[in-house]
């Protein structure tokens, strides 16, 4: 068993791996120990054949309050990103794509705070379920700067992510799920109990399956996000990334 300064992990279902974010006494910010130990776990989990979807979740009060400003930042990155003027941003985006091209599934388990770079954690994982008084947002956008990875307008919509934006101001759970942020928001009591259920669900796919599952799914919102953007109708082709995927899927396909 790995020994972890920042994170717990467990396998609360057979097949679910479990990372909870470990720094109660900050709301979960995200350092690079954190951030390193999180995306090692992930990795980790995706190559091993006994898990087939991760819960990211936190310890205490919240989801994750963003990254640690008190933190160098700059040292101790854990993945090289290029240095110069921008890293950081550059390199926190970075991290999200690392989540999004995983394999396996990966679903954010949010209560609490959720704010600026646990937004971008929470919206890097594939699916999202939240409290339904969590509180959800960018702060930060007061002070310091817009957010480094621009997915509010894709997930919310233009006005709602624009209030959002000029304001600083949260929205709650409930809001998150009926604008398009997360899935669904349950109680905080129910909240745990359902995305265990939904992993479990998950859980019974063959994960090659699920990897073209994901990444079909990602795919074909890029390429709808892209045409929204440049005006061009997309063109969908067969998805290459499995070899004889037909022939794969009518062998391990169950029905669920």
């Known amino acids: 068993m790995t020994d972890f300064k920042h994170i717990l992990v467990d396998v609360p279902r057979p097949g679910v791996s479990r990372i909870t974010l470990n720094r109660p006494?900050?709301?979960?910010?995200?350092?690079?120990?954190?951030?390193?130990?999180?995306?090692?776990?992930?990795?980790?989990?995706?190559?091993?054949?006994?898990?087939?979807?991760?819960?990211?979740?936190?310890?205490?009060?919240?989801?994750?309050?963003?990254?640690?400003?008190?933190?160098?930042n700059r040292a101790d990155q854990p993945f090289h990103t290029a240095g110069g003027d921008g890293n950081w941003a550059r390199h926190v985006v970075d991290g999200f794509f690392r989540v999004w091209d995983l394999a396996k599934p990966v679903i954010a388990q949010v209560h609490g705070y959720c704010l600026a770079g646990g937004t971008e954690l929470a919206t890097s994982c594939d699916l999202v379920y939240v409290a339904e008084d969590a509180a959800i947002?960018?702060?930060?956008?007061?002070?310091?700067?817009?957010?480094?990875?621009?997915?509010?307008?894709?997930?919310?919509?233009?006005?709602?992510?624009?209030?959002?934006?000029?304001?600083?101001?949260?929205?709650?759970?409930?809001?998150?799920?009926?604008?398009?942020?997360?899935?669904?928001?349950?109680?905080?009591?129910?909240?745990?109990?359902?995305?265990?259920?939904i992993a479990e669900r998950i859980a019974k796919v063959p994960s090659d399956l699920q990897q073209m599952n994901k990444r079909a799914s990602i795919a074909r919102w890029s390429s709808w996000a892209f045409a929204q953007r440049s005006g061009q109708a997309p063109r969908y082709k067969r998805w290459p990334f499995i070899p004889n995927q037909r022939k794969r899927i009518s062998k391990s396909s169950p029905r669920v």
């Open 25 to 72: 006494e900050s709301r979960n910010a995200l350092n690079n120990t954190l951030r390193g130990e999180l995306y090692g776990q992930l990795e980790a989990n995706d190559q091993d054949a006994d898990i087939r979807v991760t819960i990211i979740r936190g310890a205490g009060s919240a989801f994750c309050a963003g990254y640690d400003l008190k933190a160098n």
């Open 137 to 197: 947002g960018y702060p930060v956008v007061r002070s310091m700067s817009p957010p480094d990875n621009q997915f509010f307008p894709h997930l919310l919509g233009l006005r709602n992510a624009m209030e959002m934006m000029l304001t600083g101001n949260a929205i709650s759970g409930i809001e998150a799920a009926e604008q398009g942020f997360a899935n669904r928001a349950y109680s905080g009591d129910t909240l745990e109990a359902e995305v265990l259920e």
